[in-house]
């Protein structure tokens, strides 16, 4: 009887292995089972509480910052005034020693089609101390108020930093339940890296630059408080021959001032920045990106520069996914990924941002850059050195969800869900970061999807497991 249990004990061990094998097959990518609303988010009445204008005639409204300089320093304060004659001056102290004081603004305005813009001031705060809060005043008599922000600690390889990722935010109920989520997430980010498709403004009739003015009311209480990092999307473009507006990206660039002179870029759609150990690379998807054009020749000249021995972690932003397993936009970003993707591998890229598609992807570290025109390789593969794509153009815009996927899942598709959410990227030092994906319909503190990162410079000879 001897030989008979041998023989059991064989077949469960060939049946356990095969067992194992189709698992660790199925494990190679996760589209998530989550059931969630299947209908678009509308926009919010203008009349909602999270429009309201502050009190005061000619009351500064529309607050926000971002950073102002290359190394952090310097912080761009804007703000819209809706009439002529609001002060241009910003006043501002440093809590630990309560100096006091004040800078200029400059002060834009625009016309689109039969909208005419308030009074858009920019102020740029320089010599600022690191790792400090600053108390910042704008406006002048009973209009006048007041915020925070605390600037960034000195970049260094093992400075522990949290950013805030969202993208295609919209102004509908659930893009209030996204931000919403990521103020009370227990990280506590301390910047947002934007991933563009802002207001949603022109999917309103004549592009309703109204739009533009409840957005920035509706994100001022977190933008006047923390800077947002901006990446220009398809929604910014503003486009529309159609109605006499012959010139992209008219609103977003005299709203959104970025310090991109200081990074060596001629655009304000593409330029860098240093944050803390972090070393943000923001380009522009809609921007002509092939060999000798500015982008081109800025980014070859940028990367070169990147000094990983004092920002470790390299991350780049694009609108536009690389990589998107989503039939929505599908392969709408190939053109910039033939021409970056190759840069991406070379200076051990750890993280590509993208937003666009209204969905969460992750993918698992891969690169496509065999393919030549003739030798048939055009297949991503596992790759130690390149980059993870993650796309979370999410935020809950007016456009709803992008619910059809590829099928099979490909392989590079660790996991995919089609919900609302934000992200968040907590850097611990400089081997180490943890990322993790929270969707709205879960508790503050939940996370639906989760990842160790291990630093590409410092840390490369581990292989990361998905």
Known sequence: MAWRHVSCLSSLLFFATLLAAFVELCNAGKTSTFIRKKYPSTDLPFDADVF??????????????????????AMIVSWVYPFK????????HNEKTGEKKHANAIVVKYKWYNYTSGYIHHCTIKNLEYDTKYYYTIGGGDTRRTFSFVTPPEPGPDVP????????????????????????????????LMIGDLSYADDHPYHNNERWDSWGRFVERSVAYQPWIWVAGNHEIDFAPELGENEPFVPYLHRYHVPFEDSGSTSPLWYSIKRASAYIIVLSSYSACAKYTPQYDWLQQELPKVNRTETPWLIVLVHSPWYNSYNYHYMEGESMRVVFEQWMVQYKVDLVLAGHVHAYERSGRISNIRY????????????????????????????????????????????????????IFDIKNRTHAYFSWNRNEDQYSTEADSKWFHNRFWYAHVQESD
Do not use: C, W
Request: hydrophobic share 25%; proline share 7%; glycine share 14%.
């Open 161 to 192: 930093y949290t950013f805030g990722l969202i993208g295609d935010l919209g102004q509908t109920v659930d893009s209030n339940r996204t931000l919403t989520h990521y103020e009370h997430n227990p990280y506590k980010g301390k910047a947002v």
């Open 85 to 92: 004659g609001g002060s241009k001056r910003v006043h501002y």
């Open 372 to 423: 030549n025109i003739t030798d048939g390789l055009s297949v991503p593969t596992s790759d130690n050195g390149a980059p993870v794509y993650i796309t979370i153009g999410d935020g809950g815009n007016i456009e709803g969800l992008a619910f059809s996927m590829t099928t099979p899942q490909p392989e590079y598709s660790v996991y995919r869900e089609a919900s609302y959410g934000h992200g």
């Open 52 to 73: 309201a204008e502050p009190p005061g005639h000619n009351a500064p409204q529309q607050v926000h910052i971002t950073q102002g300089n290359h190394d952090g320093r």
